[in-house]
């Protein structure tokens, strides 16, 4: 990011519902050219699920007045499970998602994290191997995807 774009952190809202579906089926298009599937969870959500969702914790960064990348958590026994941690595609690898996890981790308050990637999206895994997390299992989704968790303990 340059000097001539201030960029903000901010709880994500019902009302970023909108605005978030378009980033995430844009970040998550070039996933599914990878995969070669363009049904992937996050392209075939409704506005209507993502809106439930966004009653949960999130964090959105703005670059100006765009949302440019987005992170949602829930936690359950301690856990925090980081999922659709999204970043604009013309933006990617200038820090954002990086920024966006480690908020995401600090504001959950857990003392374990874990989250999932595709097993052909390299550059997920690389950054998450790079803050911490180790592959802990891979899942198949459905034929030619499979789903690869990795989990971290919370820093001392």
């Known amino acids: 990011m340059t000097n001539a774009h201030a960029d903000t952190m901010a709880p994500l809202t019902v009302d970023d519902a909108g605005e978030l579906l378009t980033l995430q089926r844009a970040a998550y298009a070039t996933e599914a050219q990878i995969y070669r599937d363009p049904f992937l969870p ?34 359950d026994d301690g856990v925090a499970h980081i999922g659709r941690l999204t970043v604009a595609p013309d933006l990617q690898g200038r820090g954002i998602g990086t920024r966006l996890l480690r908020a995401a981790e600090e504001a959950s308050g857990a003392a374990a994290f874990e989250l999932f990637t595709g097993h052909l999206s390299e550059a997920n895994i690389r950054l998450y191997e790079r803050e911490g997390y180790t592959i802990d299992r891979r899942e198949p989704l459905h034929p030619g995807v499979d789903l690869v968790y990795l989990v971290k303990s919370a820093r001392g």
């Open 42 to 75: 996050a392209l075939t959500q409704t506005l209507g699920e993502l809106t439930d969702e966004l009653r949960g914790p999130g964090l959105g960064m703005r670059w100006g007045d765009r949302l440019v990348g987005a992170v949602r958590w829930s936690v």
